[in-house]
Nanobody, 126 residues
Framework: QAHLVESGGGSVQSGGSLRLSCTVS????????VAWFRQRPGKEREGVAS????????YYGNSEKGRIRISQDTAKRTVYLQMNNLKPEDTAVYSC???????????????????WGQGTQVTVSS
């Protein structure tokens, strides 16, 4: 079981950027996939991006391609989510999660992940 802690959230104006961090402890071969999710007010949790620990293959949700990038630094046990050109509709609680299974190349589903962080709030003002 992995312990995940998010950081980097905050308030930003429309058009700005944020980089979220997710520290995974331990971050070993037992963890195959780490993903970022977000839950906007009144909406269901949705997958934003995921990355495979071994090899670094990445996957993205439908709505975010081009504005976000997921990456990792395994030495620092950290997975990052770089978000650019933020919009008010990006306002949400962003959470990271880990899975002992390889990332799905079809959909980033919350039910596929067993270990979760507490989440970090991102607020984008117009």
């Amino acid at each position: 079981q992995a312990h995940l802690v998010e950081s980097g959230g905050g308030s930003v104006q429309s058009g700005g950027s944020l980089r979220l961090s997710c520290t995974v402890s331990p971050y070993t071969s037992d963890t195959k996939c780490v993903a970022w999710f977000r839950q906007r007010p009144g909406k269901e949790r949705e997958g934003v991006a995921s990355i495979e620990r071994a090899g670094g293959r990445t996957y993205y949700g439908n709505s975010e391609k081009g504005r976000i990038r997921i990456s990792q630094d395994t030495a620092k046990r950290t997975v990052y989510l770089q978000m650019n050109n933020l919009k008010p509709e990006d306002t949400a609680v962003y959470s990271c999660a880990a899975s002992g299974y390889y990332c799905s190349n079809i959909e980033i589903r919350p039910g596929d992940f067993s270990d979760w962080g507490q989440g970090t709030q991102v607020t984008v003002s117009s």
